[in-house]
């Protein structure tokens, strides 16, 4: 399973940012996607979670500011199912690489990370 993460960059303090993440059908039928999210000389935080069932979870620093969504994959060997982190209000301590994360009992994946900057 390939999980490919696009969307990063640089923007100014109250910026947005769209993340997207694609993966395989066969992963979006039953898994929990995540984003996380780990800052310099920080450990990985989870940031926002979705469920097979669309039930979404968000850290408290991002509430209100972040939405993660995803398409409806159209079978399981849909390789181009996605989820998307939108990020509004972009503040510098949102400063991290993001990592797409699909998570189902112990097994997990993990995507390559994409820089996203908030800076003036």
């Known amino acids: 399973v390939q999980l490919v993460e696009s969307g990063g960059g640089l923007v100014q303090p109250g910026g947005s940012l769209r993340l997207s993440c694609s993966a395989s059908g066969s992963v979006f039928s039953v898994y929990t996607m995540n984003w996380y999210r780990q800052a310099p000389g920080k450990q990985r935080e989870l940031v926002a979670s979705?469920?097979?069932?669309?039930?979404?979870?968000?850290?408290?620093?991002?509430k209100g500011r972040f939405t993660i969504y995803r398409d409806a994959a159209r079978d399981t060997l849909d390789t181009n199912a996605r989820v998307y982190l939108q990020m509004n209000n972009l503040m510098p301590d949102d400063t991290a690489v993001y990592y797409c994360?699909?998570?189902?009992?112990?097994?997990?994946?993990w995507g390559q990370g994409t820089q996203v900057t908030v800076s003036s």
């Open positions: 994360n699909a998570h189902f009992a112990v097994t997990d994946y």
């Open positions: 979705i469920t097979s069932r669309e039930v979404t979870n968000y850290a408290d620093s991002v």
